[in-house]
C-alpha cells in the first residue's frame, strides 16, 4: 500500500501493451465505499492506479496497489480519469472549481460514474470537448460489495470510439455494459430513473408488508413470499431481507442520497414536462426520515416514514 504519488512519474509513464491488454495510467477521483471497492479491482488487474479523496482517508481503507496522492490536480496526466462522487456539486468543486478538467492531459478520457443530473452531463460533456478531453458517463447499479467484486451493470453513453476503447476496463469494473448512446446524459437518466424504480419497490414493499402486520402476518414470511413470486429478482430480494430485519445499519446506499437521487428524478421529470406523482410522495418519505435524523442509515428506512404514520414505529 502506498500512500504518496512522489514516483509515479518514474514508475508509470510507460503503458505496455501485450496481447491487446493494456497497462493504463488510471487516476481515480473520490475512494468512498464504492470508490474504493473499483480502485481496487483496477490496481489489481495490474494498472497504475492514483487516487485522490477529498476527505482523508485511513491507511486500512486505501485498496492495495493504489497510490494516493495529495491534490487533485496531481491526477492531471491521466490517460484515462475515474470519478465516484456523492452529488453535482462535488463534481463541480473539483473538475472546475480546482480546475482538474481545465488541467486533463489533451486525449484523456474522463468517466464519471457517479448518478450526477442530466444537466451537469450534459455541460461536462460540452466543456471536457473544449478542453480536448472525452467525457463518458458510467453510473451504476449496485452496491459496495458488488463494486469490489466486479458484479456492478454498468449504465454507459458518451463517444463510441471511447467506450470501445475502454473495453479492457470495463471488463474489471462490472459484469454488463448497458449502452445508451452518444449522449452522456442518457445514461445519467436512465440511472435516475432505475434509483426512482427502486426507491417506489422499497416504499411499495413497506406498505404492503405493514398492510399484511395489521392482520398478524410477520414482516419476514411475507416478504419472503413475495421475493419468491410476484417479485422475484435480486433487488427485490436484497430489499425485502433488509426490511423484514430493519437492516439499516451498516448502510449500502445512504438515505441522504436517495433522496439526491429522487430529487434528481423530479428535476429531470419538470425539464421534460413529465410528471412523476410517485416521486413527490417518495420525496416527502425521504423528508421525513431526515428530519427523524435518518439519513445515515440505508436508504431502505425509508420504510419508518409509513411506520410513523400508522403509528407502528
Known amino acids: 500500500m502506498t500512500t504518496d504519488g512522489d514516483n509515479w512519474g518514474r ?8 496481447q491487446r491488454r493494456c497497462r493504463m495510467r488510471i487516476g481515480f477521483v473520490g475512494l468512498g465505499a464504492m470508490g474504493r471497492g473499483l480502485a481496487g479491482r483496477l490496481a ?3 494498472h497504475a492506479v492514483r487516487a485522490w479523496n477529498r476527505s482523508a482517508q485511513s491507511r486500512d481503507l486505501i485498496p492495495e496497489g493504489v497510490v494516493v496522492v495529495p491534490k487533485p490536480l496531481d491526477l492531471a496526466d491521466s490517460e484515462v480519469l475515474i470519478s465516484m462522487l456523492a452529488h453535482d456539486g462535488a463534481v ?6 480546482e480546475g482538474l478538467l481545465a488541467a486533463l492531459a489533451p486525449g484523456a478520457i474522463h468517466i464519471n460514474m457517479a448518478t450526477v443530473s442530466v444537466d451537469l452531463a450534459r455541460d461536462l460533456a460540452k466543456l471536457h470537448e473544449a478542453c480536448g478531453a472525452t467525457y463518458v458517463a458510467s453510473p451504476v447499479l449496485g452496491r459496495p460489495d458488488a ?3 466486479g458484479r456492478l451493470q454498468l449504465l454507459v453513453a458518451g463517444p463510441a470510439a471511447a467506450i470501445t476503447r475502454l473495453e479492457e476496463l470495463w471488463a474489471v469494473l462490472g459484469q454488463r455494459v448497458w449502452r445508451f448512446g452518444e449522449r452522456p446524459e442518457s445514461a445519467n437518466a436512465v440511472k435516475i430513473a432505475t434509483n426512482l424504480t427502486l426507491a417506489c419497490a422499497i416504499e411499495a414493499m413497506g406498505e404492503a408488508a405493514g398492510l399484511a402486520g395489521a392482520y398478524g402476518v410477520e414482516a419476514g414470511p411475507y416478504l419472503d413470499m413475495l421475493t ?3 417479485f422475484s429478482s435480486p433487488a ?4 425485502g431481507a433488509l426490511i423484514a430485519e430493519d437492516r439499516f ?15 434528481l428524478a423530479l428535476e429531470a421529470g419538470a425539464e421534460a414536462a413529465m410528471p412523476l406523482p410517485f416521486g413527490t410522495v417518495l420525496r416527502d418519505r425521504f423528508l421525513d426520515c431526515v428530519a427523524h435524523g435518518e439519513e445515515g442509515r440505508d436508504w431502505c428506512a425509508l420504510v419508518m416514514a409509513g411506520r410513523r404514520q400508522a403509528g407502528r414505529a
Open 11 to 18: 514508475r508509470h509513464n510507460t503503458v505496455f501493451c501485450y
Open 44 to 46: 489489481g488487474a495490474g
Open 92 to 97: 463541480r468543486a473539483v473538475f472546475l472549481a
Open 147 to 149: 463494486a469490489a467484486e
Open 228 to 230: 419468491q413470486t410476484l
Open 236 to 239: 427485490f430480494k436484497l430489499y
Open 249 to 263: 445499519e451498516p448502510p449500502g446506499f445512504r438515505l441522504a442520497l436517495g433522496l439526491k437521487d429522487v430529487n
